[in-house]
Nanobody
Framework: QVQLVESGGGLVQAGGSLRLSCAASGSIFSGNAMGWYRQTPGKQREWVAHISSSGRTNYADSVKGRFTISRDDGKNTVYLQMNSLKPEDTAVYYC??????????WGQGTQVTVSS
Protein backbone atom coordinates (compact mmCIF):
# COMPACT_ATOMS: atom_id res chain seq x y z
CA GLN A 1 0.00 0.00 0.00
CA VAL A 2 1.37 3.38 -0.99
CA GLN A 3 1.42 5.70 1.99
CA LEU A 4 2.91 8.99 3.10
CA VAL A 5 1.92 10.35 6.50
CA GLU A 6 3.33 13.72 7.52
CA SER A 7 3.07 14.99 11.09
CA GLY A 8 4.57 17.46 13.52
CA GLY A 9 3.31 20.73 12.15
CA GLY A 10 1.71 23.42 14.24
CA LEU A 11 1.66 27.06 15.22
CA VAL A 12 4.93 28.54 16.44
CA GLN A 13 6.31 32.02 16.98
CA ALA A 14 9.05 33.39 14.78
CA GLY A 15 12.40 32.10 15.96
CA GLY A 16 10.91 28.88 17.23
CA SER A 17 11.44 25.29 16.17
CA LEU A 18 9.43 22.35 14.92
CA ARG A 19 10.33 18.81 13.93
CA LEU A 20 8.36 17.24 11.13
CA SER A 21 8.12 13.50 10.56
CA CYS A 22 7.04 11.53 7.53
CA ALA A 23 6.29 7.82 7.62
CA ALA A 24 6.45 6.33 4.15
CA SER A 25 5.59 2.96 2.70
CA GLY A 26 8.53 0.88 1.63
CA SER A 27 7.62 1.18 -2.03
CA ILE A 28 8.27 4.92 -1.82
CA PHE A 29 11.07 5.02 0.73
CA SER A 30 13.36 2.09 0.10
CA GLY A 31 16.42 2.95 -1.97
CA ASN A 32 15.13 6.39 -2.89
CA ALA A 33 16.25 9.87 -2.07
CA MET A 34 13.56 11.49 0.06
CA GLY A 35 12.63 15.13 0.21
CA TRP A 36 10.49 17.74 1.85
CA TYR A 37 8.39 20.14 -0.16
CA ARG A 38 6.08 22.97 0.82
CA GLN A 39 3.18 24.84 -0.68
CA THR A 40 1.34 28.04 0.12
CA PRO A 41 -2.08 28.98 -1.30
CA GLY A 42 -1.90 30.13 -4.89
CA LYS A 43 1.69 29.02 -5.36
CA GLN A 44 3.32 25.94 -6.78
CA ARG A 45 4.73 23.33 -4.48
CA GLU A 46 8.44 24.01 -3.92
CA TRP A 47 11.32 21.78 -2.96
CA VAL A 48 12.81 22.43 0.49
CA ALA A 49 15.44 19.74 1.10
CA HIS A 50 16.34 16.19 0.23
CA ILE A 51 18.49 13.37 1.50
CA SER A 52 19.92 10.61 -0.65
CA SER A 53 19.78 6.94 0.23
CA SER A 54 23.42 7.28 1.35
CA GLY A 55 22.68 10.28 3.55
CA ARG A 56 23.87 13.16 1.40
CA THR A 57 21.75 16.26 1.95
CA ASN A 58 20.86 19.34 -0.03
CA TYR A 59 18.82 22.39 0.89
CA ALA A 60 17.05 25.28 -0.74
CA ASP A 61 18.90 28.53 -0.14
CA SER A 62 15.94 29.89 1.80
CA VAL A 63 16.30 27.24 4.53
CA LYS A 64 20.02 26.47 4.44
CA GLY A 65 21.55 26.71 7.90
CA ARG A 66 18.14 26.59 9.62
CA PHE A 67 16.62 23.26 8.54
CA THR A 68 18.11 19.78 8.85
CA ILE A 69 16.80 16.72 7.04
CA SER A 70 17.48 13.20 8.25
CA ARG A 71 16.18 9.69 7.66
CA ASP A 72 15.71 6.46 9.59
CA ASP A 73 15.81 3.58 7.14
CA GLY A 74 14.69 1.10 9.79
CA LYS A 75 11.46 3.04 10.23
CA ASN A 76 10.97 4.23 6.63
CA THR A 77 10.77 7.73 8.11
CA VAL A 78 12.24 11.06 7.10
CA TYR A 79 12.47 14.05 9.41
CA LEU A 80 12.83 17.79 9.03
CA GLN A 81 14.18 19.74 11.98
CA MET A 82 13.24 23.38 11.48
CA ASN A 83 14.94 26.02 13.61
CA SER A 84 14.86 29.82 13.57
CA LEU A 85 11.50 29.70 11.84
CA LYS A 86 10.31 32.74 9.92
CA PRO A 87 6.79 33.81 8.92
CA GLU A 88 7.70 33.07 5.30
CA ASP A 89 8.17 29.41 6.27
CA THR A 90 4.40 29.19 6.76
CA ALA A 91 3.10 26.51 4.40
CA VAL A 92 1.78 22.99 4.14
CA TYR A 93 4.77 20.67 4.20
CA TYR A 94 4.87 17.41 2.28
CA CYS A 95 7.40 14.64 1.93
CA UNK A 96 7.98 12.43 -1.05
CA UNK A 97 10.67 10.68 -3.01
CA UNK A 98 13.11 12.56 -5.18
CA UNK A 99 12.58 13.05 -8.04
CA UNK A 100 8.80 13.26 -7.91
CA UNK A 101 6.11 14.35 -10.32
CA UNK A 102 2.87 16.18 -9.60
CA UNK A 103 0.99 13.11 -10.78
CA UNK A 104 2.67 10.89 -8.17
CA UNK A 105 0.89 10.01 -4.94
CA TRP A 106 1.07 12.72 -2.25
CA GLY A 107 0.10 12.58 1.40
CA GLN A 108 -2.12 15.08 3.19
CA GLY A 109 0.79 17.22 4.36
CA THR A 110 1.20 18.99 7.69
CA GLN A 111 0.47 22.67 8.26
CA VAL A 112 3.22 24.88 9.64
CA THR A 113 2.24 28.37 10.71
CA VAL A 114 4.84 30.84 11.95
CA SER A 115 3.53 33.97 13.62
CA SER A 116 5.49 37.20 13.68
Amino acid sequence: QVQLVESGGGLVQAGGSLRLSCAASGSIFSGNAMGWYRQTPGKQREWVAHISSSGRTNYADSVKGRFTISRDDGKNTVYLQMNSLKPEDTAVYYCNKVPVWSTDYWGQGTQVTVSS
